[in-house]
Structure formats: structure tokens, C-alpha cells
């Protein structure tokens, strides 16, 4: 199991640990409900080091990119950044990724429980197709932080004492601080406005140490994994290991918006092109919950004559909508909206009712 740098600081700060991707990462810091608010109403701290930060460079990197993306790099000039799925051969997802071309070369931040997988399909393909790139894994090197919430914007310029609310989203910069410095993006899992630091691992605890002390000076909240888990729930941005699995493709997900149809060929076109010609076989959807029992993963879903239709992926409390959520694949034709259906939970079932995704809109942007 792999510990975050800043482990043993955020255990000195009471932080309640828990598993996450074999990760040892905090789940909490105070509670889940003020963490919660914090991000809806200032803003949250978040060390998410866990996140694998690949970096890929040349001569051929960015037609290792058109092959194994679905989703073009045309017009991302270099700072801009793309979220989009790296597809098998038969559609399905290795991994939702962000993508910022940088210089000589592009960074990829991928989910921690498919970094290495993500490392050795990148390193497969330029293979076989005998390009020449080089792709190295930063992550041990590198830590990452996050603000996600309202007042985020104006709390990364007052700590780097420079304007960063002009920064556009899907963004990267630079910004020194104690003579050191960092790259700076602006990116959200949260649906409210939101940033990241990455720098070198070296750096990390006085960070961390001086954001924690602007963070408690200005209203803000140091965080963990619950709330971040509440969050990208919230958003619905799917989760790799529970939305995301290699058995699952875009369109099954709903995002056939992140595929770029006219960008030509790419793994995984066929297949996906196939799937749009005879329709998915399953579907995400969202639920509301009748009554206090949270659905978790794997739960079954059947129809109301008692058939098996589905499964849940994820299921929380929204403290916003004060409702008990969920979400799960479909089978067909089980997935209009309003539509009844029963989740097993343990000793009972409970009542849910199909409502559109996501559960929470872009608040800020």
C-alpha cells in the first residue's frame, strides 16, 4: 500500500485514515457535513497526491495521442488543457484523463488505480507502431493540492500574491512562492470553481504547512476523501473502478459529447461506431432514494415484476438536496426518467426513481 508524502502530517492533524486505490489517504479531517459546506460556500483543501502525473514527450508524442484518445488535441495551444478517455480496442475506457500539452511535451493526470495501466498502454502503442516517444512516470516525484469552492479564486491569488482569476478553465500556469515553483491549473470535480498546485515533492510539507494557516485564516477548510468522493458524486463524474472499467465505453456513460467522430481513426472507433449504429446495451442513470438506506456498489437493481435489470455504482447523502442518491447501469429498456425500480439492500429493498444526471449543475461557470 502506497502513502500520500504528506501522510504523517495530516495523521499529526487528526486526520481519520482510510483506503483509497491502495492508497493510505485521509477520509476526514473534521466532519464530512462541514468539509461539505466549506466547499459549497469558500473553499476546500485537498492533498489528492494519489492522482498518477505522467509525462509524455517526442517527436511522435501527439500522434500517440490521436491514436489512443477519442477526443482531439486540435486548438489546445500550449497551457490549455482536454479531458478524454483512453479507449481498447473493443470502446472500452483505460481511463478518463486530463491532458495538458507543455513545452516539449504534454502532461497526464490520470486516476490513481489506473495510472500504471494507462503508463503501459501508452508504452505498448508507441510500440507497435514503433513511434518515438518517451513516457515517464512522475507521480512519487510530484505532489498535487486542491481547492475546490466559491472563494478558491480569490484565495489561490492571495497566496501566490498574484491575479490567477483570469486563468481559464482547463488552464495551466506558473506561480512562485518561498522561492519555489509550481504549476497551477484550474480545473473542478465539484461543479464549483476550483484549482490545483503540483510542484516537487521536496516542497510539499511547507506548503501544505503555510495553506493550511491561510486556509483557517480565511474560512476555509482542510478536506478529505469523503467529501471529495460526495463531490465528483454530486457532479456525477465518473469514478474509474466504479463508472469507469475497461468493460465500459463512452456512450454507455452518457459522453459521447468527449468523442470527436470527425478527428479520424483512433482504438476503439469501430466499436464505438458499431455500438452507436445498434444502441447501447446499458445506460448510466441517476436515482432518488425512498427512505434512509444509501444503495452502495454492486447493489442490485430488478424492475417492479421482480426481473434483475442493473447495478448501483456509487450511492451517497446529499447534504445540498437533502435526498438519498444513487447511480448504476441499466439494462435495456429499463432507464426512462420517472420510471420505478427496486435496489436490493441488505434484509430489504428500497424504492428508487430514475432522474436525469448529474445530480448538481456548474454553479460558477
Not at 82 to 109: A, C, Q, T
Not at 236 to 246: D, F, H, I, N, T
Not at 315 to 333: T, V
Request: with cysteine; glycine share 10%.
Amino acid at each position: 500500500m502506497k502513502s500520500l508524502p504528506l501522510a504523517h502530517l495530516h495523521q499529526s492533524r487528526g486526520a481519520r485514515m482510510g483506503v483509497f486505490a491502495d492508497w493510505q489517504v485521509p477520509i476526514f479531517f473534521s466532519r464530512i457535513r462541514d468539509e461539505y459546506f466549506a466547499c459549497r460556500e469558500t473553499f476546500g483543501l485537498f492533498d489528492v497526491s494519489h492522482l498518477g502525473k505522467l509525462f509524455l514527450r517526442g517527436q511522435d508524442s501527439r500522434a500517440l495521442l490521436k491514436l489512443t484518445a477519442c477526443r482531439a488535441l486540435d486548438g489546445i495551444s500550449p497551457g490549455r488543457g482536454r479531458y478524454m478517455f483512453f479507449l481498447n480496442h473493443r470502446g472500452g475506457i483505460v481511463d478518463g484523463v486530463m491532458v495538458f500539452p507543455k513545452n516539449e511535451g504534454f502532461w497526464i493526470l490520470t486516476n490513481a488505480g489506473a495510472k500504471e495501466r494507462v503508463f503501459q498502454w501508452l508504452h505498448t502503442q508507441a510500440g507497435q507502431k514503433k513511434m518515438v516517444v518517451d513516457v515517464e512516470d512522475r507521480t512519487d516525484r510530484l505532489f498535487l493540492f486542491s481547492l475546490q469552492g466559491p472563494a478558491s479564486s480569490r484565495a489561490i491569488s492571495e497566496f501566490f500574491c498574484r491575479p490567477l482569476s483570469d486563468l481559464l478553465r482547463f488552464s495551466m500556469s506558473e506561480a512562485a512562492h518561498g522561492g519555489s515553483e509550481f504549476l497551477i491549473s484550474r480545473m473542478s470535480y465539484s461543479r464549483e470553481d476550483g484549482f490545483e498546485i503540483m510542484g516537487d515533492r521536496d516542497c510539499a510539507g511547507s506548503l501544505w504547512e503555510n495553506w493550511l494557516d491561510f486556509t483557517h485564516r480565511n474560512d476555509g477548510t482542510v478536506c478529505g476523501f469523503g467529501v471529495r468522493d460526495l463531490l465528483r458524486f454530486e457532479a456525477a463524474y465518473p469514478l474509474y473502478g466504479q463508472e469507469m472499467e475497461e468493460t465500459v465505453n463512452p456512450l454507455e456513460l452518457g459522453r459521447e459529447n468527449l468523442i470527436d467522430w470527425g478527428k479520424g481513426e483512433f482504438i476503439g472507433r469501430q466499436a464505438l461506431l458499431m455500438e452507436q449504429k445498434q444502441g447501447s446495451k446499458k445506460k448510466l442513470v441517476g436515482f432518488e432514494i425512498d427512505g434512509k438506506r444509501i444503495p452502495r456498489y454492486g447493489f442490485p437493481i430488478q424492475n417492479r415484476q421482480g426481473t434483475p435489470c442493473g447495478h448501483i455504482t456509487s450511492g451517497n447523502y446529499s447534504f445540498s438536496l437533502r435526498k438519498n442518491l444513487a447511480m448504476g447501469f441499466l439494462s435495456r429498456p429499463n432507464w426512462d426518467i420517472g420510471q420505478e425500480l427496486l435496489i436490493s439492500v441488505p434484509r430489504t429493498k428500497v424504492l428508487a426513481r430514475i432522474v436525469p444526471l448529474p445530480f448538481t449543475k456548474d454553479r460558477v461557470w
